[in-house]
């Protein structure tokens, strides 16, 4: 066995740092790709650089064209559409009348819009037959008792604006009576007996009156009838069932009734009968209140201090099912 030296450990990583002759030509080999490679990027991108420059002065040397502003077809179209429904939505509250459908020379359907005061929105339709130039009406669905014909016969021709115009008059007409009828039932209640026609056209009120003649109270009964025309919201005339009255009372309650011509129903109700005008007043019926009983307390179950064995507070269903049987006594 020989002996060697041994090596120290810091030269042999000396030795291994060292690169041979041929990594160091590799290298630089490596570097000297490496800077061509940069040369041509640098040249492409010069390259690019004047390929835009040139795109962009052709574009600017050529002529502009004047701006126009273009737009789309379908919006101008649903812009046209909405405008459209919003006149015919204000033509038909304001007018109160719509043509729903219409076919030249085969029939013509038209809604009534009624704007008075109501939970429901209300409408009636009036389909027109034009075939072969009739003009007659073929279907409604006008209230009950609402007489059109009368209307109607005032006129050559159904289509004219001016009958269809007058239906809606008296539609307006129709439904103002009865809701001034409505409130002088609520008014009165059972101080007078209402009647009316379907249309409202003919209405009766009775009732009784009183009256301080002669320092005497003197008590009549009173039958006032009111006529309308088909078009009218104020009664056209008034009249009262005479067989039962003097010609003095009787003139006294017509000057007294010409309110009726001046407001409201219930209003001129009012102010005719009730809160003095004239000499006669409603008689009110008087009812009398039925008397209220208090419900009596439940009298509480007491001992009965004089008799022991009398116990007023047994009470049979609070007792037991279970006790002691008989055979074990």
């Known amino acids: 066995m020989t002996n060697t030296?041994?090596?120290?450990?810091?030269?042999?990583?000396?030795?291994?740092?060292?690169?041979?002759?041929?990594?160091?030509?590799?290298?630089?080999?490596?570097?000297e790709l490496e800077k061509q490679l940069g040369q041509k990027h640098y040249e492409l991108f010069?390259?690019?650089?004047?390929?835009?420059?040139?795109?962009?002065?052709?574009?600017?040397?050529?002529p502009k064209k004047p701006e126009v502003?273009?737009?789309?077809?379908?919006?101008?179209?649903q812009n046209s559409i909405d405008t459209m429904k919003k006149n015919l939505e204000l033509t038909s509250m304001v007018s109160g009348m719509e043509v729903q459908s219409y076919v030249s020379g085969e029939l013509c359907c038209i809604v009534y819009h009624l704007q008075h005061d109501s939970q429901h929105q209300i409408?009636?339709?009036?389909?027109?037959?034009?075939?072969?130039?009739?003009?007659e009406i073929k279907?409604?669905?006008?209230?009950?008792?609402?007489?059109?014909?009368a209307i109607i016969d005032e006129f050559d021709n159904v289509m004219k604006p001016a009958c269809l115009g007058s239906i809606r008059k008296a539609l307006v007409a129709y439904y103002d009576r009865l809701t001034q009828?409505?409130?002088?039932?609520?008014l009165l209640n059972i101080e007078a007996k209402l009647f009316k026609k379907l249309d409202s056209s003919y209405i009766e009120i009775s009732f009784f009156a009183e009256a301080n003649v002669d320092n005497e109270c003197v008590m009549i009964p009173i039958v006032l009838i009111l006529d309308y025309d088909i078009?009218?919201?104020?009664?056209?005339?008034?009249?009262?069932?005479?067989?039962?009255?003097?010609?003095?009372i009787s003139s006294v309650l017509h000057t007294q009734c010409t309110v009726f011509?001046?407001?409201?129903?219930?209003?001129?109700?009012?102010?005719?009968?009730?809160?003095?005008?004239?000499?006669?007043?409603?008689?009110?019926?008087?009812?009398v209140d039925e008397p209220n009983y208090q419900q009596q307390r439940r009298k509480r179950f007491r001992p009965n201090k004089h008799n022991p064995h009398n116990d007023d507070t047994f009470l049979p269903e609070e007792c037991s099912d279970q006790g002691d049987n008989d055979d074990d006594i």
């Open 231 to 248: 078009n009218d919201i104020r009664p056209k005339t008034y009249r009262f069932n005479d067989s039962d009255l003097s010609e003095d």
């Open 261 to 287: 011509r001046k407001k409201e129903l219930h209003k001129a109700f009012r102010d005719a009968f009730m809160d003095g005008i004239g000499p006669y007043k409603l008689l009110k019926q008087l009812t």
């Open 139 to 149: 279907r409604s669905s006008f209230p009950l008792g609402f007489n059109f014909k």
């Open 69 to 77: 502003f273009v737009r789309p077809q379908i919006i101008m179209l």
């Open 123 to 135: 409408k009636h339709c009036l389909e027109i037959d034009m075939t072969s130039g009739k003009n």
């Open 46 to 62: 010069q390259i690019q650089r004047n390929k835009y420059r040139s795109k962009s002065a052709k574009v600017n040397t050529l």
């Open 181 to 186: 009828f409505d409130a002088l039932k609520k």
């Open 5 to 31: 030296k041994q090596i120290k450990i810091t030269k042999l990583f000396r030795k291994a740092t060292k690169a041979s002759d041929d990594c160091q030509e590799l290298q630089e080999e490596i570097q």
